[in-house]
């Protein structure tokens, strides 16, 4: 059974997406079959993985993203890019990430979209996702800063929820409201749910990201952690809940990955520097793997 996981939190500008793609394209380096799905409207990670020319095909026509499953025939399994990222030639260059893009037409999924409310955007996606979702060992959905339309698609199909952080009061903050937002959407969406599809997303890992150099984040850290146990004895994420060992480095060779198209990983040597962030995220990207609840 695929491990399915959705990435959010409420503060916008934590890193998300550079989390995300990273963390996949780690996974997929260590041999795991990954589908991304972006749902977060900017589009940035199909920007990011697609690189621009092969995105703007998309975006000018719209078929081919996401927002097709809703407003036309289309399945989720005729929308995947299978080894998205590719050479100059085409060729792929990291076997076994595939992705699901999204356009901006993704906004009129909480503006103009007019469905059936007895078949709402995330019972839909459910539907078509479980017919591709043993091809999978993760599927990772990267989330807007919300929990409208396009964000409870991501969350009504995961097991868990990683919150992407900064070490600031601004993260904790989000990270507060989205357990919260979490509660009241798993009520309102409970009627909805169908055997097999395994337990309610919770907040299972909160990963440190873009942390400036020579920065002390003990304090935040310090404070997360007695914000998430607050919500262990509540019951309001999961009992292995933790901020991860494995933290995020800020570096200039992320924004750099973005410009060329390609996940960090892919521009490092093979065997990356203990201290450099591409040594980060295959941390995270095992810690991931290590940190699978016992209920899966």
């Not at 929820?161 to 009520?187: C, M, R, Y």
Request: hydrophobic residues 40%.
């Amino acid at each position: 059974m695929a491990r399915k996981i959705s990435f959010i939190n409420y503060k916008g500008g934590v890193g998300k997406t550079s989390l995300i793609v990273n963390t996949a394209a780690c996974l997929a380096k260590a041999g795991k079959r990954v589908l991304l799905f972006d749902l977060d409207t900017q589009s940035n990670a199909s920007i990011w993985l697609l690189r621009l020319e092969r995105w703007n095909q998309l975006n000018t026509t719209g078929r081919g993203a996401i927002f097709s499953i809703f407003d036309t025939p289309t399945r989720i399994k005729d929308l995947v890019v299978r080894d998205v990222v590719q050479g100059k030639g085409g060729e792929p260059l990291l076997p076994g990430l595939d992705l699901v893009p999204t356009t901006f037409n993704l906004v009129d999924l909480e503006s103009d979209y007019r469905g059936d409310p007895q078949r709402p955007p995330f019972s839909i996606m459910q539907e078509q996702l479980a017919e591709i979702e043993e091809n999978y060992d993760f599927i990772l959905f990267d989330c807007p800063p919300n929990i409208l339309r396009a964000s409870q698609c991501g969350i009504f199909n995961s097991n868990e929820v990683f919150v992407p952080s900064n070490p600031d009061a601004l993260s904790l903050i989000g990270f507060t409201l989205l357990v919260e937002k979490l509660q009241k959407f798993h009520q309102i969406s409970a009627g909805f749910r169908r055997p097999g599809m395994g337990p309610l997303a919770q907040v299972c890992g909160i990963v440190f990201n873009a942390i400036k150099p020579g920065l002390d984040i003990d304090v935040p850290k310090m404070r997360m952690q007695l914000r998430i146990n607050q919500f262990k004895n509540q019951r309001r994420v999961a009992g292995h809940a933790k901020i991860l060992n494995a933290s995020v480095r800020d570096a200039t060779v992320v924004r750099r990955a973005v410009t060329l198209g390609l996940p960090v990983v892919l521009l490092g040597q093979e065997n990356a520097d203990p201290e450099s962030v591409q040594a980060d995220y295959i941390r995270l990207a095992n810690e991931v793997i290590q940190h699978a609840p016992s209920t899966l």
